[in-house]
């Protein structure tokens, strides 16, 4: 077995995973979506996706959305934490895990630069739909 050839599709998997993630997120509106690649960098999972929200409501709506997106695909969420305060839900699905804060909490604790050495993915402006044009 070619474990280069297994591992390069483990990682197109995951990251296929994380960008579906991001879809669901923005679907609710998230804000400042970000996708980290730490598949280099960490032992304990391939991509963070980050995004915020400005309510407790909305943060919950975002998580809920990236439930059903996963469930109907067939990924399964190992742990999530933090939905019932709506501040900062962590959604952990081992190879990609979800990161979905407040405002003022993803300021706080700035998973973006804590994590700086990682590769970023790009997220492809067809997720925004229309209103993408207004974003460049």
Partial sequence: MNTTTESTSNTDTSRAKALACARAA?????????????????????????????????????????????TATGHEIISAEGYSEGRWVLIDMGDVVVHIFLDALREYYDLESLWADAGRVKIPPEFYGPAVSRLN
Avoid at 27 to 37: T, W
Avoid at 41 to 56: M, P
Wanted: proline letters at 0%; aromatic letters at 6%.
């Fill in 26 to 70: 923005i679907d609710k509106n998230a804000e400042s979506v970000k996708i980290l690649d730490l598949s280099e960098l960490s032992g304990f999972t391939d991509y963070f996706v980050i995004c915020s929200g400005t309510s407790d409501r909305q943060v919950q709506s975002i998580a809920d959305s990236i439930d059903q997106a996963m």
